[in-house]
Structures are given as structure tokens and as C-alpha cells.
């Protein structure tokens, strides 16, 4: 876990979902791969050449933004994929049930933590593949709002997300922290903003929340 700003007075949390809500590597392969195989299907193309392609430019945008990291959505927004055809396939290619199980301890703690603030989830998969992934960890019921990819039809890190999310929330950006496992894509904006964030390698950091949350 990094701290990178504690919020003052903290009224808020935004949470990424995947890989920050939960840790499976098989389920995070997955919901990348089905949609470069469903983009090299639809250019006539290997699953691999498809793969090398996506690899390629993710290379080339790091080295060309100090090591920045690109969301999948504005990849294949690259290769002239749009947004709405990158949330048809996550809809319809997603599963979350089948690699996810109940988490009691998460459910815990976000328990806890719904008691002092409020909760949200943004994230850059649509709506729908989102809910089933906190109603297979268990904790859908706590998070009654998620901005998601079919939200703004912006991608993470985009403003909009954000933006929207505080909306949601009415809480000022000072009074929110952002917390996920992606830098580039979850923390560096909403401390642009003026949010608070905490970078996480995982469900098992998020665990340590409430301790690490009270001593501020």
C-alpha cells in the first residue's frame, strides 16, 4: 500500500473494482483477453497477432508518456474500436461468477468503513459486468452507485468518471479519496483534482482500511 494524500476531513471513498475489490490473476487475464480475441475476430486476425498489438501500443504509449499506463478501452479506441463496441463486448463476454467467490472478510470491512463515509465504485468496465462482479464478492448491496465505462463513455483516467462519481457522492473533491491499484488510471487524476489516494496491490490491502483510515 501507498499513501499518497490523506484527505483532512474524509467524507468519502471511490473504489476501483478489479484487482483493487478483489485478487484473481486468471479473472484479470480474462477480462482483457476476451476482448482482444473479440477485436481480432472481428479484423480477421489472430488471438496472438491481436495480443501483440495491443502489447505493441501499450509499449510505445509508456515510453511516449514517462511510463504511463493505457486502459484497454482507449487501446482499442486506438485501433478505432469505439467505446460503445468496447461495452458491448464486456457485457456480453464478462462473467465475473465464474472466477469470483464470497469475500466475508471484504464484506467486513466495507462495513465498517460505510459507517463514517460514503462508498462508490468507479470503474472502467460497464455497469452491468461490474454489478455482477460486487454481487459475487458479496458486497453489491453496499455500493448502490458505480460509475462505470457506459457511464460517461470515458475511459479511465478521464475526468468524467470522476467528476461524475462526486456528483453522486455531493462531497468535494478534498473530502474524497480515491483508491485503487493503477496509478496512472486510478490515483494520478483525483490527486489532480484534489482528492486524497491510496494505491493498492490488491484485495488484501484494501483489507487493512479501516486501521490505516482511523490513524488519520
Keep these: 500500500m501507498k499513501i499518497y ?3 483532512v476531513k474524509l467524507k468519502a471513498i471511490i ?4 484487482s483493487t475489490l478483489y485478487t484473481n490473476q486468471a479473472y484479470a487475464f480474462e477480462q482483457v483477453d476476451c476482448q482482444v480475441r473479440a477485436f481480432a475476430e472481428l479484423r480477421g486476425i489472430s488471438a496472438d497477432e491481436a495480443r501483440c498489438m495491443v502489447a505493441d501500443y501499450r509499449k510505445k504509449f509508456a515510453a511516449e508518456h514517462n511510463g504511463s499506463k493505457v486502459s484497454l478501452g482507449n487501446t ?3 485501433f478505432g474500436i469505439p467505446i460503445e463496441q468496447s461495452i458491448e463486448w464486456r457485457c456480453k463476454l464478462l462473467e465475473p461468477s465464474d472466477y469470483l467467490t464470497r469475500d466475508e472478510r471484504l464484506i ?3 462495513k465498517i468503513l460505510e459507517k463514517s463515509y460514503k462508498l462508490i465504485c468507479v470503474t472502467n468496465n460497464p455497469v452491468l459486468p461490474a454489478r ?3 454481487e459475487a464478492i458479496g458486497v453489491s448491496e453496499i455500493f448502490s452507485e458505480i460509475v462505470g465505462l457506459d457511464t460517461c463513455c470515458k475511459s479511465k483516467p478521464a475526468r468524467e468518471p470522476f467528476e461524475a462519481a462526486l456528483k ?8 474524497c479519496i480515491s483508491i485503487g491499484d493503477r496509478y496512472d488510471l486510478d490515483i494520478a487524476l483525483p490527486l ?9 496491490t490488491g484485495v488484501c490491502e484494501v483489507y487493512n482500511l479501516p ?3 482511523k490513524k488519520n
Aim: aromatic share 2%; hydrophobic share 55%.
Design 5 to 7: 494524500k490523506l484527505p
Design 15 to 18: 473504489f476501483d473494482i478489479d
Design 76 to 78: 482499442l479506441l486506438s
Design 108 to 110: 467486513h470491512v466495507l
Design 132 to 134: 455482477k462482479t460486487l
Design 168 to 175: 453522486l457522492l455531493n462531497v468535494p473533491a478534498c473530502n
Design 192 to 200: 489532480e483534482i484534489g482528492m486524497g489516494g491510496i494505491l493498492v
Design 211 to 213: 486501521d490505516v483510515l
